[in-house]
């Protein structure tokens, strides 16, 4: 038996010699390696923090002192010493989160995953400990150095050094890199004291001194580690970043020393006011294939073969969407010297690799800020450039003000292309992308697409660069794209047709990707002798009058969508048609007002109804209930609501 399965609890910990520590750290990146390789998930961050988390919670006492994990992709080792060890079933449905996640630990306390907002959790937990007199428990915050480039950090810094009556530490885990290498003048500066000589000769120089004198030389060194640190980093310069925020800064410390990090957080919670501790760590430490990985040191993987580190090949039907648009920007970049990329901090996971490779130079990497990249893009389209901003779609809540005071108001032309859109599935309910269709259609003057194929995703995105008096989006989901879904004729405001039927019963509106879904459904429709067309509006908002017009011929109008029914795209529809005097029944069909728990798309579409056979059965109730009077007799109820399992295609 390992080390690692006879802990059962933080506590668990206290009993381990230094040997024994330093062979659990061993034992959990085995586990990590083992277990992350079979379902995915975030590798080399975790790898990275094993023995700080050890620390950690070798120091402090969870859950009485409360921890805190910015964006918490970091937690699978703190996941390990609370006692949660089965990973079979990691971000896959009823199994573990791949975040923090409160319902499966005490230890767990902020579920969110996007970055920035620890030290903002860490600024009121800590005020709300003092005010209630629970002055002996303490706050952890843990942050990666590529969340420090986010402007809540320091707008939480700012306050937390307003009022330092508080036991407050603060870990900066500094690898160098968010999802990829942390940019701007932060970075360079935590790379400065990451490599500075006179730190580096001065802190060896003085251990192997101590060293030379044998055992009570090593136990002298010991005791007075954290006053030779903070001479040291004095004299080095290392806390001109926090000093004038008048914070205690510990380190830098080696983030794979258990002993050093030990040490360094025995002083900081001692210490009993906000204390900063900087951590050194390496993002894959103990896995070659990670550490190797120049890209992102495995941040995130599929799966994989543990040995080699190399994917294992899965089923798809066809390019990625993200690859897709990484492709067709740089090609339009060729002939448009106007066009430039900003991503906030997430260079290949949206695929503007391409266009830096192409056009170096022409790519902005902002740092984790998505705030500060929308009112940047504005800034750029004043100056006469066409800025691409491209982010994952549950993130561009962040910078809804900046979109609609920044971008629109001003009538800037930026295209923001929103990757990850509606459900993502096994991230869970922070990462999915439901909320930007509701969210953004209130802001006046912009334009929504999205591509139903890579055929319309080219298409719309070259449309898309050419606006300039106003925002446009393009929002596509995660994974493959699918095969092409042609068209049987396009309007003259640019709507597809798809279907047309024979009896206009049904009008199927369908938004993106969900057009292949509205087709099955118009043929369990037909089958069942419910006519029912089929539209995909391309851009959905502002409403093409088509779909008005469309909508004034039919008996009933269904939208589909993967975002929110509340204040979707289908209840835009219905404000249109009661505007425009066409009082045709709108069924809105799309996700519910709640936060979705981590699984497959199929399994969460399943859940909450959105499946061609529950979409067409709900529809055919809707069909026969309906008191609009008809040219034709329809089935038998009792026919139309058949479910013949012997032919698919007559499902309903």
Known sequence: MGILETIRGPRDLDRLSRDQLVELAADVRKFLVANVSK??????????VVELTIAMHRVFDSPKDAIVFDTGHQSYVHKLLTGRQDFSELRQKDGLAGYPQRSESEHDIVESSHASSSLSWADGISRAFSLTGQTDRHV???VGDGALTGGMTWEALNNISDDNNRRLVIIVNDNGRSYAPTIGGLARFLNDVR???AYRDLYLGSRNLFNRLGRPGRAIYRATRGALHGFLSR???????????DIKYIGP???????????????????ELPVIVHAITQKGRGYAPAVKDVADQFHAVGQIDPETGEPIASKSSGPAWTSVFADELATLADDNERIVGITAAMLRPTGLNKLAERHPGRVIDVGIAEQHATTSAAGLAFGGMHPVVA??????????DQVLMDVALHKAGVTFVLDRAGVTGPDGASHHGMWDLSILQVVPGIRLAAPRDEARLREELAEAV???DGPTVIRFPRGSVGPDVPALRRTADGVDVLREGQVKDVLLVAVGPFASMALEVADRLEAQGIG???VDPRWVVPVPTSIIELAREHRIVASMEDGIKVGGIGTRIRQDLRAAGVDTALTELGLPDEFLEHATRAEIFERVGLTPQQIARDLVSQVLGTKIPIARPLPAREALQADDESDPARRS
């Open 140 to 142: 952890v915050a843990v």
């Open 235 to 245: 004299f080095a310069g290392n806390e001109g970043l926090y000093s004038n925020l």
């Open 466 to 468: 050419l606006v300039d």
């Open 253 to 271: 410390i080696h983030g794979h020393d258990l002993g050093a990090l030990e040490e360094a957080l025995r002083q900081a919670k001692n210490y």
């Open 39 to 48: 379902t995915g998930g975030h590798l080399g961050p975790n790898l990275g």
């Open 195 to 197: 490599t500075r000589r």
């Open 391 to 400: 982010i994952y779609a549950t993130f561009i809540n962040r910078a809804f």
């Open 532 to 534: 029912a067309t089929v």
